[in-house]
């Protein structure tokens, strides 16, 4: 079974550029996650897709920060512009999201790094 | 709101000592808690999850308790390995979510040959 995929591995941008990241989740994974992962913490939830909808984005800086996911499958996460403190993993992850308990399966992770 | 943190930040072992990491949650309304390993500069690899009404899973050389009541969670590992040196991360989800997860800071484990 093919795993979540990220691409790019790692960009490196200048401040106030823009950037994006893609996503495809396991096959029939309905729930999709983007987390934000700073240097020595854990990471930290910014949006939660069920299928095509948004169920959780509360932590999304939704001035600069942005994410889509298209038919209910692939996801895009773009920031514009961007900033020194956004530097940091992106991690994309899939779960089946029936019910409770369910596990979660994570992608390798895009690191930026904003100069 | 669920706050989860793991102690020791760091720990460092010689080669085939047993080892054991804690993880610790202040709302025990959980549903289920997950364990993962990540090495440098990868992603996450989901170690074992345990399900709230369960009270311990094993893989291997991993074991993973969960005492809810005390809001506590270890993993055991056995016979450690230069291989399992890597952070390991407990996340579990907040009472009123299902299907986010809330992590903790991590333990980095260097296991020295």
């Known amino acids: 079974e093919a795993g979540v995929a990220q691409s790019p591995r790692y960009k490196i941008i200048e401040k106030r550029q823009s950037v994006a990241f893609w996503c495809n989740p396991i096959?029939?994974?309905?729930?999709l996650y983007w987390y934000q992962q700073i240097l020595g913490q854990g990471p930290k939830l910014l949006i939660q897709?069920?299928?095509?909808?948004?169920?959780?984005d509360s932590q999304l800086p939704k001035d600069r920060f942005s994410a889509e996911r298209l038919k209910g499958v692939d996801s895009t996460l773009k920031i514009q512009p961007a900033k020194l403190e956004d530097s940091a993993v992106y991690l994309c992850?899939?779960?089946?999201?029936?019910?409770?308990?369910?596990?979660?399966?994570f992608g390798q992770g895009t690191r930026l790094t904003v100069v | 709101k669920q706050e989860v943190t793991q102690i020791p930040a760091a720990l460092s072992v010689p080669e085939g000592e047993n080892l054991v990491l804690n993880c610790s949650f202040t709302d025990s309304a959980i549903y289920n808690l997950q364990w993962f390993r990540q090495d440098p500069g990868k992603g996450l690899t989901s170690l074992l999850l345990?399900?709230?009404?369960?009270r311990e899973q094993t893989s291997g050389r991993l074991n993973a308790s969960l005492d809810k009541s005390s809001g506590r969670s270890t993993l055991y590992i056995a016979a450690s390995q230069p291989g399992d040196s890597a952070t390991y991360l407990c996340?579990?989800?907040?009472?009123?979510?299902?299907?986010?997860?809330?992590f903790g800071t991590g333990t980095l484990l260097a296991v020295q040959p």
């Open positions: 096959s029939g994974h309905a729930t």
């Open positions: 992850a899939s779960s089946l999201g029936k019910g409770m308990n369910t596990e979660a399966f």
């Open positions: 345990i399900q709230s009404s369960q």
């Open positions: 897709f069920q299928n095509n909808g948004v169920v959780d």
């Open positions: 996340a579990l989800p907040p009472p009123c979510a299902t299907n986010k997860l809330i």
